[in-house]
């Protein structure tokens, strides 16, 4: 059974561009979380997907927008990127409200 | 005052030893415990998972809570060089979506 899945696993960019983040969910999950965890620092919420809707969103701004397929595969999208954008983005799955299962992450570097 | 808060470590034990992480939190509103283990450069993997207060144990990992003192530990028996990790407490709740907030970690180094 794969675990959940994330592509790229880095990714330099500059600044002002845009970027596009992928995850698979763990088999039988239907809800995907996006986190950012910057060096040093716990993992924060970004947003979180059920049923293809954003159910919530954290206090990040509009740069950072998602969307979930119908197959519950989500990407991230970040524009205008600044050098603070440069951190891990981890992807999580659950089922519903259980438990959060964590990806591998994809580390950004924007230079 | 920060929603969840974690000594950073460094924290170095000798290989054998009893580790001790712990974290307080201030919303007495949060239902569940969890703590994440993180490799360096990996995502989290879930240690532990725990709704009610007392101890829950798993091999060598405690996880104990006490919900009138806001305050969770993880404890670890015969520390290995292999636990040499991030360890992340969060907290979670039941909103109109699963609400977890993180800890920012405590690094661990257990020595051969």
């Known amino acids: 059974d794969a675990g959940v899945t994330q592509s790229p696993t880095h990714l330099i960019k500059t600044r002002g561009q845009q970027v596009t983040l992928r995850c698979s969910p763990k088999s039988g999950h239907d809800t995907v979380s996006w986190y950012q965890q910057a060096l040093g620092q716990g993992p924060q919420f970004i947003f979180q997907?059920?049923?293809?809707?954003?159910?919530q969103r954290g206090n990040f701004p509009d740069r950072f927008s998602g969307h979930q397929f119908p197959n519950y595969s989500s990407e991230l999208n970040v524009n205008a990127l600044l050098l603070g954008d440069s951190a891990l983005y981890l992807c999580?799955?659950?089922?519903?409200?259980?438990?959060?299962?964590f990806g591998p992450g994809t580390r950004l570097l924007v230079l | 005052q920060k929603e969840v808060e974690q000594d950073p470590g460094p924290l170095s034990v000798p290989e054998g030893a009893i580790v001790s992480l712990n974290c307080t939190y201030s919303n007495s509103a949060f239902q569940y415990f969890m703590w994440y283990r993180q490799y360096s450069r990996k995502g989290p993997e879930l240690l532990m998972y725990t709704y009610s207060s007392g101890n829950k144990e798993d091999g060598r990992f405690t996880a104990q809570v006490d919900k009138s003192s806001k305050y969770i530990s993880l404890f670890i028996r015969d520390s290995q060089p292999s636990d040499s990790a991030t360890y992340l407490c969060?907290?979670?709740?039941?909103?109109?979506?699963?609400?977890?907030?993180f800890g920012p970690g405590t690094s661990l180094s257990v020595i051969p």
């Open positions: 997907y059920y049923e293809e809707e954003e159910r």
């Open positions: 999580a799955s659950s089922l519903q409200s259980q438990t959060q299962y």
């Open positions: 969060a907290i979670g709740m039941k909103t109109s979506y699963d609400k977890v907030i």
